[in-house]
């Protein structure tokens, strides 16, 4: 069973900067925050929020790509298409 994702977006720093875990754990976190940011939107979400909502995950890539370059260029390129 999955436990639910304890970091927010506000957290993206802080993880980015832990030396005790694994690139892999780093980007799987991150990108879970994303994924939770993403499912939160709803049908009744203004513009402004799902604007929002897209600047984090292309901040959130941009920390992956100082991770895992050729990862987190794939996830901006995929984004601007």
Do not use: F, P
């Not at 892999?24 to 994303?34: A, E, F, G, N, Q």
């Not at 993403?38 to 979400?45: A, E, H, R, V």
């Amino acid at each position: 069973m999955h436990e639910d994702c304890k970091y927010t977006y506000e957290d993206v720093d802080k993880i980015a900067g832990y030396v005790t875990w694994s690139n892999r754990k780093k980007v799987s976190t991150l990108k879970h925050i994303d994924c939770v940011m993403y499912c939160n939107l709803g049908i009744d979400s203004t513009i402004a929020e799902k604007k929002l909502v897209k600047q984090r995950s292309r901040n959130i890539y941009r920390v992956i790509k100082n991770i895992d370059e050729s990862l987190g260029k794939l996830l901006l390129d995929c984004m601007d298409r």
